[in-house]
């Protein structure tokens, strides 16, 4: 089993910034990728970003491009997701995930899920 908890959402303007962690504990010595999802209120939970377990692999939903970077520290077991530029529709529980497969992750067929972390962006 891996645990995943997620850190680091608040409340903020429009326009600003923040940065999500998500730690992973328990047997995480197998190469997970790792995505970040989010859920809007009455929303199904979208696709954001994910990462490969080496990095040398990311992708983005096309609305989070050019403000969101995905990145990682293994050593750490921490993913990291930097939110620039936010908008007020960038408002949702932000969820960490993990599994083995970038491609399924990436499809949101996930092994492991965090409890969320909620962003507020206000306009």
């Known amino acids: 089993q891996v645990q995943l908890v997620e850190s680091g959402g608040g409340l903020v303007q429009a326009g600003g910034s923040l940065r999500l962690s998500c730690t992973a504990s328990?047997?995480?010595?197998?190469?997970?990728?790792m995505a970040w999802f989010r859920q809007a209120l009455g929303t199904e939970r979208d696709f954001v970003a994910a990462?490969?377990?080496?990095?040398?692999?990311?992708n983005y939903t096309d609305s989070v491009k050019g403000r969101f970077t995905i990145s990682r520290d293994n050593a750490k077991n921490t993913v990291y997701l930097q939110m620039n530029s936010l908008k007020p529709e960038d408002t949702a529980v932000y969820y960490c995930?993990?599994?083995?497969?970038?491609?399924?992750?990436?499809?949101?067929?996930?092994?492991?899920w965090g409890q969320g972390t909620q962003v507020t962006v206000s306009s």
């Open positions: 328990g047997r995480t010595n197998r190469n997970y990728a």
């Open positions: 995930a993990a599994s083995t497969s970038f491609d399924w992750i990436v499809a949101g067929l996930s092994s492991y």
């Open positions: 990462i490969s377990w080496s990095s040398g692999s990311t």
